[in-house]
């Protein structure tokens, strides 16, 4: 566990069930028991993830910090959204000047809990069976008052810089599996960049696409920076040389351990085992050329 985890844990200790469902309607009466019937995630019309309440997410906000670090970025004045209509499906938006704008958006996260059922497992040691996952569909974290710079190029997907937070935000949301009493924080990554900022916590449930991920790191990071790589697979511009075709990224499903029964699958001789012998029939590199006619087409220059 990171001291930074840590930190959070003991702050997150201090935060009570009133404090973190603060202004809700006084018949609201939610128990954790209520948060899954016959399997399927139950949520509050009011409660996002069936928890937390406006009040309450910008009082966790202020107490881990997040409002400091965002200030010192020129964010402030913070506006919080909720919207919890589709009890399936969450939508949290954090906005900066109060202003609900595309151009003031600082935090925009789509999720909802959900049954997994693992279709690739470890057969012969650790069949996953069903578990209980917070499954963040979507997740941005941007700052749209900064400028992207030939240092600090555009990404993927990206419309504005991101925040710099990413390892504050990952520590926050395995506090909140654990306050879910979920087994687990999914997310699929629909981009290279987005699985590598990931992977600090999240591994791959199939082990090959976790030795695919290690595998690039390993074969190109030397050689090139961050935003290359991720445009180099964004325009199928790496190179599979043992299968002799170019790449194409797939997302597929990545996932933080909360409990200890998702943790032993990782740690798991076995995973592990697969995990390396794949990584050794793989071997990549970047097709330079073909990378920078297709930036030149797209106006982009790294």
């Known amino acids: 566990m990171s001291r930074l985890e840590k930190r959070f844990r003991r702050i997150a200790q201090k935060l ?3 404090e973190i469902q603060a202004g809700l309607s006084n018949d609201i009466d939610l128990t954790l028991d209520d948060l899954f019937a016959d399997g399927r995630p139950i949520q509050s019309s009011e409660l996002f993830l069936g928890k937390y309440s406006r009040d309450g997410i910008a009082l966790i906000i202020k107490r881990f910090g997040f409002d400091r670090l965002l200030k010192r970025r020129g964010l402030g004045h913070l506006d919080i959204v909720c919207d919890t209509s589709d ?15 595309a151009e003031n958006l600082v935090c925009e996260l789509v999720a909802h809990q959900d049954v997994l059922r693992v279709k690739n497992t470890l057969e012969s040691t650790y069949p996953f069976g069903a578990i209980k996952v917070v ?5 941005t974290l941007q700052n749209p008052t900064a400028k992207f710079t030939p240092t600090r190029p555009p990404l993927p997907g990206q419309q504005y810089p991101g925040l710099g937070i990413g390892d504050e935000v990952l520590a926050l949301l395995i506090i909140m599996g654990r306050h879910l009493q979920v087994d687990g924080l999914l997310n699929v990554p ?3 960049h987005t699985a590598l900022m990931f992977s600090k916590r999240f591994n791959f449930i199939n082990p090959q696409m976790q030795a695919t991920v290690q595998t690039i790191t390993r074969d190109l990071w030397k050689r090139h920076r961050l935003a290359t790589i991720a445009w180099a697979i964004y325009f199928e511009c790496l190179y599979d ?35 390396e012998s794949a990584m050794e029939g793989m071997k990549f590199r970047l097709d330079e050329e073909k990378l920078t006619t297709n930036l030149k087409k797209s106006g982009l220059n790294l």
Not at 87 to 101: A, E, G, Q
Not at 135 to 139: D, Q, V
Not at 244 to 273: A, D, G, H, M, N
């Open 135 to 139: 499954n963040i569909e979507w997740m």
């Open 241 to 275: 040389e043992v299968r002799e075709k170019y790449f194409v990224w797939e997302p597929e499903e990545q996932l933080i351990p909360v409990t200890s029964l998702v943790r032993r699958y990782f740690q798991s001789r076995e995973y592990i085992t697969r995990v």
């Open 87 to 101: 009890p399936y499906r969450h939508l949290l938006r954090i906005y900066h000047n109060k202003r609900h704008t």
């Open 16 to 18: 009570t069930h009133l």
């Open 190 to 192: 629909q981009y290279y």
